[in-house]
């Protein structure tokens, strides 16, 4: 935070300096050439500031260095008590009721002996058990399996040919990228991959625009219509075989 005030103090006292060496020149210096009015307008307010900063770490340093002086460590402050007899010997009863309370603990540790551990029955318990458990982790390892098969058609990104994507109520296979498009660069029209094939667009019931009236000549998924989208994936979930439609639905899927 200091940096930052640092900073806007320096650039306004150099705006405030600059205002007033451009009054200068156009008041008093007007003789001077305009190479020297130029390097004056500039060089004034460079040097003022450096100079008021300066001044301001001076005084900054002058300070704290009184501060410091002035602080005297309480170590010091408070006066050492040399011990009597009275603190020797409540200090002597402290020592004796700590080692008696050690020397009860440890007998009570050493009579102390666990009980002894029945094998055999626990055997017997595990055996009549096992059939459950490897039940149960059977039906936990199955419904892993339908997870990650749920999770492999839902993930972002793209999709090999041995899985298959849904979208919009339509089985479209593989060989896509499902989900939101990344950006391909940070500039002002900020453009999307035009493959990805957004789940979250809308899309119409169904895609009746295979002439492609409604794509432009640069076709992306997030770009078109929702009636081309609905075209667009049936001609996917299709085989994408078909030579009637329009081949910007071709160029749209090849990207």
């Known amino acids: 935070m200091s940096f930052v005030w ?7 006292f150099l705006a405030i300096y600059f205002f007033a060496a451009l009054v200068i020149v156009t008041l008093g210096l007007q003789s001077w050439s305009d190479g020297s009015q130029v390097l004056f307008a500039l060089g004034a307010p460079i040097v003022l500031v450096w ?53 009860k603990a440890s007998a009570a540790t050493h009579a102390f002996s666990p009980p002894k551990q029945d094998y055999a029955e626990i055997v017997r318990a595990g055996k009549s058990a096992a059939p459950a458990l490897a039940a149960a982790a059977e039906r936990k390892q199955s419904g892993r399996v339908a997870s990650s ?11 090999p040919s041995s899985e298959t994507a849904s979208v919009a109520g339509r089985s479209i296979g593989g060989m896509v990228y499902v989900g939101t498009p990344p950006l391909l ?25 295979k002439a492609g009236d ?17 075209t667009y994936l049936e001609w996917l979930a299709s085989g994408r075989s078909d030579a009637s439609y329009n081949p910007g639905y071709m160029f749209l899927y090849f990207y």
Do not use: H
């Not at 640092?6 to 306004?12: D, H, M, N």
């Not at 098969?149 to 999709?159: A, D, F, N």
């Not at 409604?214 to 609905?230: H, N």
């Open 149 to 159: 098969r749920l999770s492999r058609t839902k993930k972002s990104g793209w999709v």
């Open 185 to 209: 660069n940070s500039y002002g029209y900020r453009d999307k991959c035009r493959a990805y094939i957004d789940p979250s667009l809308s899309v119409a019931r169904s895609g009746r625009d």
């Open 51 to 103: 100079w008021q900063e300066r001044r301001r770490s001076r005084k900054i340093a002058a300070t704290n260095g009184g501060a410091k002086s002035s602080e005297t460590p309480k170590s010091n402050s408070a006066p050492v008590v040399p011990p009597n007899a009275y603190n020797k010997r409540v200090g002597r009863e402290r020592e004796r009721t700590r080692e008696a309370s050690v020397s």
């Open 214 to 230: 409604g794509m432009p000549y640069w076709p992306g998924y997030s770009d078109i219509s929702p009636q081309c989208r609905a």
């Open 6 to 12: 640092k900073v806007f103090r320096v650039t306004f």
